[in-house]
């Protein structure tokens, strides 16, 4: 008896010694978390763990300098192919497509012309489906695949509407012989945008929605941060200011009180989000729906500029599935210091159904001291971690649910070779 008590308190004491082990090699404490190579290690597991967004952003930009209007139908998907497979050997899971970079299409649409990026001319068919085969080629590889779309840019410069494909709706209400619809697209600034305040816009820009999730099997529908533009000091004089003055007079009619002109463009923009979701829940519930604010908060509720209430959207269930706020800054920067601002966002009152997602700039990484002071951001210049620590710090936030990068061409530049090694490594 007095043998087999003694075996059985130290078979305890062994068991107990094998615990403390593991939790020492399983646990950490989160200001810890960059110190050591094992540390690095479990951080990975902990966010494969949680199925994180691992996303990267690829733009009309990377279609222009791959010169992809010059392309044939082969050299495209091979292009794209090439593109998605660097993409899922980084570790990276999904990868946001912009479609629609200004008013225009990299798919076949019944609403918005073809991209001169697509075709070298805008309105004209590359005779193939971009979207069509990056949908396909993502999903081969295990790839989720968001379709990005700019909702309100016509141009980037340049307000002459005959510079716009004929069959290109900005050009139509532009030419229109009624004055209303001609206040459907607003000169601003040297460019063109469809006025946030009209619903023939919104209808439209539904209709474009409408149009993907129906006919292409995206994983979601992403819009980026071009809203409102700045404005300026006259914000309450300029681009819409002639439809708030309508809209107030109409109220007087009614006998109710208006919003302010800054709350009155917040809720503009705030109507098109939330039909956008019901439209594209009413398709496919399975279809996310998420917007990329600009990253620093107190901008976006700056009264002359972007009018996005990002705080609504997401305390709701009603407006977005996700947020990915572009925080593009240094570990250092003196005015939004990263750490600082992931914790701002993480902070911000959230429905269980909205996941936050941190917007990371990797066209930075690396940079020279002369760009760096040039930026007032110096955490960057010559970087060979700053990606990595940026996730590493990112996940100390239990809200934070996953990273998109800006984006593709510079992440897999051949100067980021040592700054992407060190990326895989937690991804």
């Not at 570790?91 to 479609?99: A, E, F, M, S, Y």
């Not at 941060?225 to 107030?248: M, R």
């Amino acid at each position: 008896m007095k043998s087999t008590k003694f075996q059985r308190i130290c078979s305890l004491m062994l068991l107990f010694i094998l615990l403390i082990a593991i939790w020492k090699e399983t646990s950490f404490v989160p200001d810890q978390l960059s110190n050591t190579v094992n540390m690095e290690e479990v951080i990975a597991k902990t966010g494969n763990s949680k199925n994180e967004m691992k996303a990267v952003w690829i733009s009309y930009l990377e279609f222009g300098g791959a010169n992809m209007s010059k392309m044939s139908k082969a050299k495209f998907q091979a292009y794209i192919d090439k593109l998605f497979t660097n993409t899922k050997n980084l570790g990276l899971n999904t990868v946001i497509v912009q479609v629609r970079p200004m008013g225009d299409a990299f798919y076949a649409s019944s609403y918005f012309p073809w991209s001169s990026y697509a075709s070298g001319k805008q309105g004209k068919s590359p005779g193939y489906d971009p979207l069509a085969y990056m949908v396909k080629a993502a999903h081969n590889k295990g790839l989720k695949i968001h379709a990005w779309l700019n909702p309100y840019r016509v141009t980037l410069t340049g307000t002459n509407v005959k510079s716009l494909s004929s069959n290109n709706q900005a050009r139509k209400w532009r030419n229109s012989s009624s004055n209303s619809k001609k206040r459907n697209v607003l000169t601003f600034n040297g460019a063109l945008y469809y006025n946030p305040a009209k619903s023939d816009v919104q209808n439209l820009i539904l209709n474009g929605v409408k149009e993907i999730v129906k006919n292409y099997d995206v994983d979601g529908i992403h819009f980026d941060d071009y809203f409102y533009p700045a404005l300026g000091n006259n914000y309450k004089s300029n681009f819409d200011a002639k439809e708030y003055k309508a809209y107030v007079k109409n109220c007087k009619k009614q006998k109710v009180k208006a919003k302010s002109i800054v709350s009155w463009r917040r809720s503009n923009v705030s109507n098109l989000v939330k039909k956008v979701y019901k439209t594209i829940k009413s398709i496919d519930k399975k279809v996310e729906f998420g917007i990329s604010p600009a990253g620093n908060i107190s901008n976006l509720y700056a009264s002359d500029r972007y009018y996005v209430d990002v705080k609504t959207w997401m305390k709701s269930s009603n407006y977005v599935d996700y947020i990915c706020p572009q925080i593009y800054w240094s570990f250092t920067h003196p005015v939004c210091p990263y750490t600082n601002t992931v914790k701002q966002w993480a902070a911000i009152k959230k429905n269980s159904k909205v996941d936050l997602y941190i917007g990371i700039a990797a066209y930075r990484a690396g940079i020279s001291r002369g760009e760096a002071r040039a930026i007032g951001d110096t955490g960057w210049i010559k970087s060979k971690q700053e990606l990595k620590k940026q996730v590493i710090t990112g996940r100390k936030f239990s809200k934070v649910d996953g990273f998109v990068f800006y984006r593709y061409d510079n992440l897999f530049s051949s100067k980021l070779k040592q700054e992407r090694a060190n990326l895989k490594k937690v991804l």
